[in-house]
DNA sequence: TAACATTGTGTAATAATATAACATTAACAT
DNA sequence: ATGTTAATGTTATATTATTACACAATGTTA
């Protein structure tokens, strides 16, 4: 059997905690909740985010150095990421749209090229904050 | 007569360094390139760039921690950017695409919400490293 | 199995990026 | 001139991320 990507223990531990997380953890947000399961340094937390991120499991987002688990199967193939950013609560949504990822994805710039790999961050605010 | 943004002194010194860097810069290279002008603490870069962020004479390319200057005068208004990134030479390119940042600012996510302000980082080969 | 290569781990030190706090000055509008 | 806002200068500190090195676990191939 071929395992596609077994999380080794310190990934599990970092993946889990993130996924339960309702909004985006920072790294070292992420190392002060996992110091009492013994990972105890910077560098054990970026290592297990970095393959998190190349495995598709967590994405970066990059607007706000922090880490949200992916719950849109499809961005575990192709490295292509949407976000909603509100900007007074900070809630952050993956955004999962066909349309959208077809037209990034067949978007081609002056010179023709095209590129499967982009991050896209929407800012504005979201539905609770409107209302207020 | 109503100056629409003249820029501060400090601001000037940053934004024509930016200006004429044909890569994006980081914010402790300008620090270390403006010491002789005066500019002695990050603080006072800082205070700059995010004063030149927001009037849009640069951008922030997020994944990067760098800034370029703005060469596209409608982003001046819209703080909508797009850019592409090569993963080779790091070469970065501002997109100015009437149809990208129309369909961009056009989109309306599930729940009807419309962003108006959003950045957008591709991500490929350039031209020259196709070629190699 | 044995040998090798690849990936992950633990630890310490340090680099790179960004902000807080405070006192002061310049620019601008009544 | 007075009050207001924005910018400055300075010091210290917080936050985010990587380098370097020794070692262990895992997977592949002979
Ligand atoms: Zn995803
Ligand atoms: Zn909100
Ligand atoms: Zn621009
Ligand atoms: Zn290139």
Chains 1, 2 share one sequence.
């Not at 990507?5 to 990934?11: F, M, S, V, W």
């Not at 339960?20 to 297990?48: D, T, W």
């Amino acid at each position: 059997m071929h395992k596609e990507h077994a999380l080794t223990k310190n990934q599990q531990i970092i993946f889990d905690l993130i996924d339960k997380s309702p909004e985006p953890m920072k790294a070292y947000s992420i190392l002060f909740n996992v110091q009492k399961k013994g990972i105890k340094a910077p560098l054990q937390v970026y290592r297990a985010l970095d393959k998190l991120v190349q495995i598709g499991k967590i994405h970066k987002i990059e607007s706000r150095n922090a880490f949200i688990a992916c719950h849109n199967s499809s961005c575990q193939v192709a490295k292509a990421t949407a976000f909603s950013i509100c900007e007074i609560c900070e809630k952050v949504t993956e955004i999962s749209s066909a349309g959208l990822s077809k037209y990034l994805a067949n978007f081609k710039d002056k010179d023709g090229m095209k590129y499967s790999k982009y991050n896209l961050e929407f800012f504005g605010l979201c539905k609770k904050c409107t209302l207020k």
